[in-house]
């Protein structure tokens, strides 16, 4: 992964309080949304970067139109996390917000996590309940904030998607990115769930149990991509596992891994592998039989009768 620059941004009156930062990749059909939510913010205290991730449609154009209301980083596209990571680079706030281009903020937004932040210097990061609803409108339920805070790197592992809002509602301190280096670049997936991770391990993560942001997903989102993210999430779990207390890196971690397994397993199973389901399953079952084996259990017995999960 990509290292960043040390220091962090100088506090003269011309460097902004907050980066916001959103990668945009042939995003001409959504990129204006994501953007005139941000400029609609009450916060003014910050700068809009958007990374041109080597689009091959109209997003240069659209952003064009804004003229100095953002700031346009053009790049040969490298994906998601290369995209971040150019506009962390450039970025000079203290805190650094993300949003992806499909995605949007509510009203508020920043002024409320930039005053958690100016107000907790233990927390490194935040995110907020996020409201998710389908292309055509239709609400989806919210993914909302996990109990409890403080340091989440435990709560992380045991639920990968702990984080509410992940990559479209984290705004983090930037000193934190200088120390813990970029997204990796060489994950596909779940690039943001291993920055998190490594966020955790160095300082206090808090949420907002507000819906202040806006994911879409399509009902059969994961559908093309669950290959992808099932390997993404077994390279992250056994990447970061060096970062769990030494005392956690044994039973806990294998209970985590088994809990993320049966998780794949289920989404193979609706899509009728049953083969890699059983696999999965199978796997979790010998990784934690005393902590997993109950559930394993049953969702075996599902998989065997063909319930419906």
């Known amino acids: 992964m ?3 620059a040390a220091s962090v941004p100088g506090t ?3 460097a902004p309080r907050v980066s916001v930062i959103i990668p945009a990749y042939n995003a001409a059909w959504c990129v204006r949304r994501a953007v005139d939510s941000v400029l609609a913010q009450d916060y003014r205290d910050f700068e809009l970067i958007v990374v041109d991730d080597g689009s091959r449609d109209d997003t240069a154009a659209i952003l064009a139109t804004y003229g100095a209301a953002l700031r346009v980083v053009s790049k040969p596209n490298g994906g998601l996390s290369s995209a971040r990571n150019a506009g962390i680079a450039v970025a000079r706030g203290d805190y650094l ?3 992806d281009a499909d995605d949007w903020w509510l009203p508020g937004k920043l002024a409320r996590q930039a005053a958690l932040l100016d107000g907790r210097p233990e927390v490194l990061f935040c995110s907020c309940t996020t409201s998710v ?11 909302r904030c996990g109990q409890g805070e403080g340091r989440a790197l435990e709560d992380i592992f045991a639920v990968n998607a702990f984080v509410a809002g992940s990559g479209s509602a984290v705004m983090a301190r930037r000193s934190g990115f200088a120390r813990v280096g970029g997204f990796d670049e060489a994950l596909r997936s779940l690039e943001d769930i291993d920055m998190w991770m490594r966020l955790a391990a160095l300082g206090d993560y808090a949420c907002l149990d507000e819906p202040l942001a806006v994911i879409e997903k399509s ?3 994961m559908s093309g991509n669950l290959d992808v993210m099932r390997a993404a999430a077994i390279q992250v779990m056994r990447k970061n596992r060096v970062l769990l207390p030494v005392a956690r890196r044994g039973g806990f971690w294998r209970a985590a891994f088994a809990g993320m397994l049966t998780d794949y397993a289920k989404w193979a199973y609706r899509q009728g592998r049953a083969a890699q389901a059983l696999g999965d399953l199978l796997h979790a079952l010998v990784l934690a039989p005393r902590q997993r084996g109950r559930l394993v259990l049953s969702l075996l017995l599902a998989l065997l009768t063909r319930q419906k999960l």
Do not use: H, I, M, V
């Open 2 to 4: 990509p290292e960043l």
């Open 12 to 14: 003269g009156a011309s």
């Open 97 to 99: 917000a993300f949003l």
């Open 133 to 143: 609803r389908t292309p055509d409108g239709r609400p989806l339920p919210d993914w």
């Open 219 to 221: 009902a059969g989102s």
